[in-house]
């Protein structure tokens, strides 16, 4: 079935560090990609998306791009902020009506 | 704030008993989907209404039930609570059947003691 492998976490980085973290998925059709954010004691929030091949999501400095041939939706961020720790989940919503398909989710801590 | 209201925010019931947690999704909305979000299993989806019909079942134990009503809100029944119950529950919900952007809730902390 369609799933999503994201890198295992802890991820620990000083401020102003570049962020990475790996996403990659099994789907079958064209399924659209998500990454979620879950701040502290808060539910979760959409940070960015993309619905087909090479598109680029971007929100708050975060960026991930569709990558079709590697199965791949890696989320970057050129320089973090101790605010942006938090745990990321990648997603997928698979062709069809099926609802979104998360992966484990990464925690991000941002140290000054 | 994603639209999405979710009442209680916290709950604590003992084992065995009963307790309901209700949604509303965001105006307009017409799909509801629950998710069950705990230490060991990570985020899993339960149960998804579209337009007061169930749509797509997950991984929802027999004990849960949900409906989703005429005005759009959806209530997730949990019985015959056990320990292993004790979880964040969300809610969400999008404007069609699965395509679009889901937007969650903040969720309601269960605690089973």
């Known amino acids: 079935g369609d799933s999503v492998t994201q890198m295992e976490g802890p991820v620990t980085l000083s401020e102003e560090a570049f962020l990475t973290i790996n996403c990659t998925y099994t789907a079958t059709g064209y399924p659209s990609l998500f990454w979620y954010v879950q701040y502290p004691g808060e539910g979760l929030q959409l940070l960015l998306k993309?619905?087909?091949?090479?598109d680029k999501g971007s929100n708050k400095g975060f960026e991930a791009t569709y990558r079709k041939e590697t199965t791949s939706f890696h989320l970057e961020k050129g320089s973090v902020q101790v605010s942006d720790s938090a745990v990321y989940f990648c997603?997928?919503?698979?062709?069809?009506?099926?609802?979104?398909?998360f992966g484990k989710g990464t925690r991000l801590s941002v140290i000054a | 704030d994603s639209g999405v209201t979710q009442t209680p925010k916290h709950l604590i019931t003992a084992t065995g008993q009963r307790v309901t947690l209700r949604c509303s999704p965001r105006s307009g909305d017409l799909s509801v989907y629950w998710y069950q979000q705990s230490l060991d299993q990570g985020l899993q989806f339960l149960i998804q209404y579209y337009n007061g019909e169930e749509r797509a079942k997950g991984n929802i134990l027999e004990r849960f039930s949900a409906q989703q009503f005429p005005d759009l809100h959806s209530e997730l029944n949990l019985s015959s609570l056990e320990l292993g119950d004790s979880a964040l529950y969300f809610c969400?919900?999008?404007?069609?059947?699965?395509?679009?952007?889901?937007?969650f809730g903040e969720g309601s902390w269960l605690t089973v003691v």
């Open positions: 993309a619905t087909k091949a090479d």
């Open positions: 969400a919900s999008s404007a069609d059947r699965g395509r679009d952007t889901i937007y």
């Open positions: 997603a997928l919503t698979p062709s069809g009506n099926t609802p979104l398909v």
